[in-house]
Every structure is written in structure tokens, then in C-alpha cells.
């Protein structure tokens, strides 16, 4: 059963096409990964189906309702919430204020959210920052308050952008172990990434984009072995030398 | 609606534009270089002022004849300017570097306060009187020197910015602060030598005012508002568009004169500005950023 | 905490009893450092909280004085029922500016400009009434009585304006603490970060905005029946948009006891150099110092000088509890 499907998604820039006729769905449950060279148009799909940028044609369903046209806040408000390629968070106030900010848009009380908000913090391994400063924070930390942020406005479906990118090897591993105890949680995950680790070790299905089309969709194995994708990442050359 | 009138207001505007447009070019090139709104524009215009009006006073020597000094006089001033305070602030964000500039403002207004006294001065200079006619249009000497000095002085900064090494050093830095940076060119040099010509461009503009205008202290708000208006009509950071901005700002003032009494003139001025930020706020010359 | 809860009563004490020693004239000073205080606190609201700079508050300070001295003038209504009067006008062109600002795009120095602007055509447009003095302004009879909102001495206006103050401590405190106040930090922080949160950024703008300019304009009514006279170049002039700022600015921009502390400070000194000073003939050079301050706390000290109240309170306020 997909819970969020995109339609024929076309975004343009002046004479540049960004994102051409791309449809997909995202199972859920499910964690999809959206992966593409650099410049492939995936921060733009991102920014089209979380209502910062509005596509030129095309649809984005999240369970049933039409998404196209809304304002972001009113899409995280229907249950998709998204994190930023480069993080932003609040950063002159503390982690705790930070998340509960998140959770301020479903909870209703101010003490619900600090509550939810705690438990959050817990959740994704910020205890011993609650009352520190956001900007103090080195970046792994900002990605998990980036992540517990979005979590906190009890999403069902999760848009994290290259949330891993900047992470030593550890950093990232912690990293795959919570976004599978999330996506345990029943939150359905898209995911933008570089770090194949990561892609291969959480993905259950990868779509790759090039140009703003799909080049290739399949199992992350699958994917990687596909000719076209090899291409688009390293080029004609590395193709004919392989033979 | 008398024609007659009507042409004797546009042309005054016109002229009075040249001036406007001065003024202007001093800000859009402070904040072509380094971003900065500087708040303080109309303050410094009345220094300018008051220095020409002093060297009047004292020397005997006439505004125009002085122009290059007082220029110079606030060159420097620009500069200390600069390199004390909005050096110091130019990677704040936007909106908070007002406040700096505000207040700087505030301490030249009371500045001359202090010094001068709240009356207003005027210089009897040799031209203040004077007038002349074409058919039926009366025009003052006094407001044509002005204008076409205005003139010249805008060419002259063109000029020098577009064939001189400075002026290309500051239309790379405007351009492209880090790319500058990379290629050598001492950016905080060049960050001062902008603002310190911007304060100079304004300064000229305010001495070819003087005699048209009484000088007070506190008239350097409604200059820095002015300047404002038509740096934004005109497009920020566009040096051509601040020419043209003040002449259609200095016609539209004073043929509004026409259907509201003069003191509501600035309300003529407020409103265009408001239409043109809502409409086109990249200004009439300015490109889509 | 509970310390702290006690010293600020112990403040609050001190100042209720002070007009039992203090002369009329230095209450007077008191009822300026107080009236600042709260009229920059309603500022700290868009701008300190919100992060929307607005240097044409001044506006809602003449609109709050020229409505209900207007209502009061034609109708003989109280001006403790005019201001409320007063404050909703003020809300609602706040409202109007807000509409310019937050939806159609104005931001940033455009926003600052837009503020100035209406400040200036409304000075502009009320100096051609009529009804409303033009250009020699209004004077007020002297009537006192509590209904009229004016009183002999200083005594009442210092309780009034102590009160004014206390009231936008709690109501900003309270802002602060809700979820409200959050979203407009939010929104200072970083807007799109909290668009992507679910926060309705254009509604949150718009409630700061309102409330700030309807808290301002309360103090408009006040100062109108405080000074007995009514201008629009003071009540509507940059001179007021600047001077109601830059207590919010020295003491802490979005800070509780910001606009408190810089009162404090600001307040007093410009009395004491324009009494001063002005005799000897140096007029203006409270505003020298005024800026000068200005200019060196925003550079050296931008947190503001409460940075400094708190760590030298420290030792005095730390808890035994915690």
C-alpha cells in the first residue's frame, strides 16, 4: 500500500528542466532511497513534494490527499516532515526548545510537548545537550536535533536529506542503527544519500535519478550493478574500459 | 491645469532629480560594494553641508569652488567611517546592521546640533537670487549649476569606476566579494575607498543643495529617506538606475504640487516607494537576483 | 528560581514604596524610565522575539495618543476605554503592514523601510487634519480625575506607568513560555526551518505584529495624557521610532529585562545630560552619548548589557535547590 506517491513530478527552472516526469511510490513501512550524481535534481524533488517549491505539472499524494499547492507547514501538519541538506536549526536557543518546537504542532500543551519532546531527545542519543545551545553543537549532533526535530512533529513519513553526509564511518553506522529503529516505528522513510553504506544497509528499494529522470529503480544490489547508473557516475569512459 | 505651470514644475524637478540622483549614487555604491544600507546618508549630506557652509562664512569662498574640498573633507570622514564601525558589522545580518547605522546617524544629527545650534543657515552666495528665462519658464542659476554639475560629477564616477584600477578593483569586490578576495584585491581597502566615495558622491550632492536649501541639523533623515526611494525605484547597486531614479523621484515631487499641498509631497514619494517594493523590488534597472 | 522570584519582589517593593521619599521631580524621571520600558518591551515583541525590525513604531504611539485623545476631545469617553479603542486601530493597520511585510514579501531592509514609510505618510497625513490639530498640535486641558486619565503630580502616573511596565513583564513572560512565543522565536531563528515544522509562519507574524503594535499604542494614550500635548512630528517622528529602540537594543533584544535594564540605565542618563547639559548650552548631547552606546553595544556587546546583570547576580541568585 503506498503512502506517498509523486506523479509525473516536473519542475523547471527558467529553460532548465530540473526534474522531468518522474512518478513513484513509497511503500509503507517502507524505506526508499533516492540517489543520483550531483546536480541530479533530488533536492529539488524533495523541495516539490514537501511544498517549497511548487512543480510545474504533476501530482504528490501523502495517504489520499493532494499535496501540490500546500504551504509546507500544512504538509508537515498532514504527517510528511523533512530535514534540510544543510542543517538549520534554531541556533540561538537549546536542543530541548529546539525540539519542542516540532512538537508544538501536534501536541497541544506546552508540558505534552516537553514531554514528547524528552523522550525524543532520549530517542535519538541528545540526552546530555537538552539544555545547550544548538549552535554549540558539532555537526553530527546537528543532524541527530535536525532528525529528532522532524521526529518530534510525529511524522508518517520521513524526507531526510543527505542526513548522513559530513559523518565518519561510526558516526554513520550510529546513524543507520537509529533510522532503523525509526522506520521500525511505522514511519516510512525517503531517503537522499551518498553515503552508499548507508543506502545499501537501509534501503529495501532505491530509485536513481539522473538529470532530473529516473535512470533505474530496483533493490539496492541491482541497482548498483545497473549499466546506465554506472555511467551516470563515472562516465562513458570507466563504461567502455570495463568493457 | 496650467501647462505653463506644469512645465515649470517638471523642469524644476528635473532638476532638482540631479541632486536626488547624486545623492543616490552615493548609497547604491556602498551598497553595491559591501550590502550595507547606510543609515546614516542623509546625516552625512548635512555635514557636508555645514562644512561648505563654514568655508563660506570663513573663507569667503563659494560652494562650488569648495565642492572638491568639503568632498574631500567627508572622504575622510567616510573612511574613519568605515573602517571603525561598518567594517565591524558587515557580516551581521541585513536588517540588525541598521541599528549601528541608525544610531550613527543619530550622532552626526546631534553632532551638528551641538556644534551649529538648530537655526537654519543659508549662504548668501553670489547666484542665490539669480534667474533667468526661457519663454515662459523660469529657472534658477543657482538650481542649473547644481543640475549640471550633478551631471558631470555622476559621469565623472562613472568613468573613473568603469576605466580606473580602483573602480574596476570596486566593481569586482561588488561583483563578487570572495571571488575578489581570491584574485588579491585587499577587500577591506576597497570596502573603505567605497564607502568614503559614496560619502564623498553625497557630499558634493549636499554642497550643490546648500544654496538652494537652508542647511539644519536635522534635514538628514528626510535626504537618507529620499535616498533611499530612489535607490530602490531605481535598483540597488545599479549606478544608472540611481540617475534615472532621481530624476523621475525629483518630477514626481514637484509636479505633485500640482494636486496636494506642497508639505504632503513626501506622501507622492512614500507611496512610490511602497508600489515599486511591491511590485518591482528589484527596481526599474535592477535584474532578478 | 525561587530566589530569583524573590529578589524581583523585593525590586518590586522598593519601587512601590519609593514615591513615599522621592521629590516630583525625580518621580518624574521614574515615570519616563518606566513608560520606556514597557514601550520598548512592546517593540521587543516583533523585533526582539519575532525578528522583524521595525523602526516606524512610532505609529502606533500616535495612533494610541491621537485616538483616544480624539475620543475623549469628541465623545468625553475615558481614555482607560479610548485606548483600548486606540490599540485596536493600531492592530488593525499593524495588520495592513503586516499583510505588506509577511505575504506579499517585504523583508528585510524592505520591511525596516515599509515601517518607516507608513510611520512617515501617517505623520505626514495627520499634520494636514484639521480635527486633529494639523500642524500646531493638540493641548489638553488639565481636568484631573481618574475617569479623565489625568492627575496632579507625579504620584499617579509613576503607579500607572509601574503597572504599565509590570503588565508587559507578565504578558511577555507568559508569551515566552507558550507555544505562541515559541513559534515567533522559531520564526526568528530560522523561518523555514519552522515552516518545515508545521508552524503557520504567516499567522505567527501576524499575531506578533498585532500585538505589539496594540501594546505601543496603550502607551501613546498615556503619554498624551501625561505631556498635555499632542504633535505629530514627536508622536509619529523618527526621533521616537529611534529613541523607543535603543533601550531594547543596550539593555538585550529578545531578552525578558532587556528593555527594563536599558531603561534603567538610558533613561536617567538622558535626563541628567539634557538637564545638564542643555543649560550650558549642549543641547543634543544626551543623544550623542545615546548613540554612541547604541553603536558600541551592538558591536562589542550584542547579547546587550544584561550579559553582564546576570553574571554579576550570579552569586546572589543561584539556587541552593538545583
Not at chain 1, 529553460?15 to 543520483?36: D, H, K, P, R, T
Request: hydrophobic residues 55%; neutral net charge; contains cysteine.
Amino acid at each position: 500500500m503506498s503512502i506517498l506517491s509523486a506523479d509525473n513530478l516536473t519542475k523547471n527552472f527558467g529553460g532548465l528542466m530540473a526534474v522531468g516526469n518522474l512518478s513513484f511510490e513509497l511503500e509503507m513501512g517502507e524505506i526508499l532511497a533516492l540517489i543520483g550524481p550531483n546536480g541530479a535534481g533530488k533536492t529539488t524533488v524533495f523541495n516539490c513534494l514537501s511544498g517549497f517549491l511548487t512543480p510545474d505539472e504533476g501530482d504528490v499524494i501523502l495517504e489520499g490527499k493532494a499535496l501540490v499547492g500546500l504551504q509546507p507547514f500544512q504538509i508537515c501538519q498532514l504527517g510528511m516532515a523533512r530535514t534540510f541538506q544543510i542543517v538549520k536549526p534554531f541556533p540561538t536557543i537549546s536542543v530541548l526548545d529546539n525540539v519542542m518546537v516540532g512538537a508544538l504542532s501536534k501536541e497541544k500543551s506546552t508540558a505534552d510537548a516537553k514531554k514528547k519532546s524528552l523522550e525524543i531527545i532520549e530517542f535519538t542519543g541528545l540526552s546530555s545537550m537538552t539544555d545547550k545551545e544548538a549552535q554549540g553543537l558539532p555537526l553530527p549532533l546537528r543532524k541527530r536535533l535536525e532528525l529528532a526535530r522532524a521526529l518530534a512533529t510525529q511524522p508518517k513519513v520521513l524526507l531526510l536529506d543527505e542526513v548522513m553526509a559530513g559523518l565518519n564511518p561510526t558516526e554513520v553506522d550510529e546513524l543507520i542503527a537509529l533510522l532503523k529503529e525509526v522506520n521500525r516505528q511505522e514511519i516510512s522513510i525517503l531517503l537522499i544519500e551518498h553515503v552508499m553504506r548507508g543506502v545499501m544497509a537501509l534501503s529495501q528499494r532505491v530509485i536513481v535519478i539522473n538529470y532530473g529522470v529516473r535512470i533505474a529503480e530496483g533493490t539496492p544490489e541491482e541497482v548498483v550493478q545497473d549499466k546506465e547508473v554506472i555511467e551516470a557516475y563515472l562516465g562513458k569512459e570507466f563504461l567502455s574500459a570495463q568493457g | 491645469m496650467d501647462s505653463t505651470l506644469a512645465l515649470q514644475l517638471t523642469i524644476q524637478g528635473i532638476l532638482l532629480g540631479g541632486i536626488y540622483g547624486l545623492i543616490a549614487l552615493g548609497l547604491s555604491l556602498i551598497f553595491g560594494v559591501m550590502g550595507v544600507i547606510n543609515f546614516a546618508h542623509g546625516q552625512m549630506m548635512v555635514m557636508a553641508m555645514y562644512v561648505s557652509y563654514w568655508i563660506f562664512v570663513l573663507l569667503g569662498i563659494d560652494p562650488y569652488l569648495s565642492l572638491v574640498i568639503v568632498a574631500a573633507v567627508i572622504f575622510v570622514l567616510g573612511y574613519v567611517v568605515q573602517s571603525s564601525l561598518v567594517n565591524r558589522i558587515l557580516d551581521y545580518p541585513e536588517a540588525i546592521q541598521v541599528l549601528p547605522l541608525v544610531s550613527l546617524g543619530l550622532v552626526l544629527e546631534n553632532c551638528a546640533l551641538l556644534f551649529w545650534g538648530p537655526d537654519h543657515r543659508s549662504p548668501q552666495t553670489a547666484l542665490s537670487l539669480k534667474t533667468f528665462w526661457i519663454g515662459s519658464v523660469m529657472i534658477d542659476v543657482s538650481r542649473l549649476i547644481a543640475f549640471v554639475l550633478a551631471i558631470v560629477i555622476t559621469i565623472l564616477i562613472f568613468v573613473f569606476l568603469k576605466k580606473s584600477n580602483i573602480g574596476k578593483c570596486i566593481r569586482a569586490a561588488a561583483d563578487n566579494r570572495t571571488g575578489a578576495i581570491l584574485v588579491g584585491i585587499n577587500v577591506d581597502r576597497i570596502n573603505n575607498t567605497s564607502f568614503a566615495l559614496g560619502a564623498a558622491t553625497t557630499a558634493a550632492a549636499g554642497v550643490l543643495l546648500l544654496p538652494l536649501m537652508p542647511v539644519s541639523p536635522h534635514i538628514g533623515h528626510d535626504f537618507t529617506l529620499t535616498a533611499f526611494i530612489v535607490v530602490i525605484l531605481g535598483g540597488m547597486g545599479n549606478l544608472m538606475g540611481a540617475l534615472v531614479g532621481g530624476l523621475i523621484l525629483g518630477v514626481a515631487e514637484s509636479t505633485s504640487t500640482l494636486f496636494l499641498p506642497a508639505t504632503l509631497k513626501q506622501v507622492v514619494s512614500f507611496s512610490i516607494l511602497i508600489i515599486i517594493m511591491l511590485f518591482r523590488p528589484q527596481g526599474l534597472f535592477g535584474g532578478k537576483k | 528560581m525561587i530566589r530569583f522570584y524573590l529578589f524581583l519582589a523585593i525590586i518590586f517593593a522598593v519601587l512601590l514604596l519609593l514615591p513615599l521619599f522621592l521629590d516630583n521631580y525625580i518621580l518624574g524621571i521614574f515615570v519616563m524610565i518606566f513608560y520606556w520600558a514597557y514601550v520598548g518591551q512592546a517593540w521587543n515583541v516583533l523585533t526582539g522575539y519575532t525578528g522583524h525590525i521595525s523602526l516606524g513604531h512610532a505609529l502606533y504611539i500616535g495612533i494610541g495618543a491621537y485616538a483616544t485623545t480624539y475620543l475623549a476631545l469628541t465623545f468625553g469617553l475615558s481614555p482607560w476605554i479610548g485606548m483600548f479603542f486606540g490599540g485596536l486601530i493600531a492592530a488593525a493597520i499593524a495588520f495592513f503592514l503586516g499583510f505588506l511585510g509577511f505575504r506579499f514579501g517585504l523583508r528585510g531592509v524592505y520591511f525596516v523601510i515599509t515601517t518607516i514609510a507608513f510611520a512617515e505618510i501617517t505623520r505626514l497625513i495627520v499634520s494636514h487634519i484639521e480635527a486633529l490639530g494639523s500642524f500646531t498640535g493638540i493641548f489638553l486641558d488639565f481636568n484631573p480625575s481618574f475617569w479623565n486619565f489625568q492627575f496632579r503630580g507625579n504620584q499617579p502616573y509613576y503607579y500607572i506607568s509601574l503597572g504599565f511596565m509590570v503588565v508587559s513583564l507578565v504578558v511577555v513572560r507568559l508569551l515566552e513560555t507558550s507555544k505562541v512565543g515559541r513559534f515567533m522565536v522559531a520564526i526568528r531563528e530560522d523561518e523555514e526551518a519552522a515552516q518545515a515544522l508545521g508552524v503557520n509562519t504567516f499567522k505567527y507574524n501576524m499575531i506578533a505584529i498585532a500585538i505589539s503594535a496594540f501594546m505601543t499604542s496603550l502607551a501613546g494614550a498615556f503619554y498624551a495624557n501625561y505631556i498635555f500635548y499632542l504633535h505629530p512630528n514627536t508622536l509619529f517622528g523618527m526621533s521616537t521610532s529611534i529613541e523607543l529602540i535603543l533601550r531594547p537594543i543596550v539593555g538585550g533584544l529578545g531578552t525578558l529585562f532587556g528593555p527594563v535594564i536599558g531603561s534603567f540605565i538610558l533613561t536617567p542618563l538622558s535626563e541628567i545630560s539634557r538637564a545638564y547639559f542643555a543649560k550650558g548650552g549642549l543641547e543634543g548631547l544626551h543623544l550623542i552619548l545615546y548613540g554612541v552606546l547604541a553603536i558600541l553595544v551592538v558591536i562589542f556587546m550584542p547579547k546587550g548589557i544584561i550579559v553582564y546583570v546576570k553574571k554579576l547576580l550570579a552569586p546572589i541568585l543561584k539556587s541552593k535547590i538545583t
